[in-house]
């Protein structure tokens, strides 16, 4: 891969989130980049990060509620912002935003040190992969789903 700025980067950063929100709530291909279609290689890019986001990075992390509810509430404000940016830029549709957004919101009022303390099954199992650093919200969702 070539030198890219981060710029660059941080708009295929983005756009991978984007991507990952819009399948995740089940939008259709037409639901995402509507009117700002993106060039070949920036979508490859895209893509190839999205899958990294994806996937469960780190298993071996022991518990560690505060540090798992902080990680995991950082990632669903940040997916919640990315994406009111993305539906404002025009890469993501009023309906698919308004598809995912309730249930991160929803996400956000049940993360607690209290919630994780008292978790069990794949609750608790989500908040262990969110004890690590290196695990991104919507991999250990994927990962270990629960009901908020």
């Not at 991507?19 to 279609?37: N, T």
């Amino acid at each position: 891969m070539q030198h890219t700025s981060r710029p660059r980067r941080l708009s295929l950063r983005i756009a991978a989130i984007a991507a990952l929100l819009s399948f995740a709530a089940g939008a259709s291909a037409g639901d995402v980049a509507p009117s700002r279609a993106l060039p070949a290689d920036v979508q490859a890019d895209v893509e190839a990060i999205a899958e990294q986001l994806a996937q469960v990075s780190d298993t071996e992390t022991a518990l560690a509620c505060s540090k798992a509810v902080d990680n995991a509430r950082y990632g669903v404000e940040t997916m919640l912002e990315v994406g009111e940016k993305n539906l404002r830029d025009g890469y993501l549709t009023p309906s698919a935003y308004d598809a995912m957004a309730p249930a991160l919101r929803s996400l956000l009022g049940v993360l607690s040190v209290q919630d994780c303390e008292s978790a069990s099954g794949p609750r608790r199992d989500f908040y262990q992969c969110m004890s690590s650093d290196y695990n991104h919200v919507l991999a250990c969702g994927k990962a270990h789903p629960f009901e908020p």
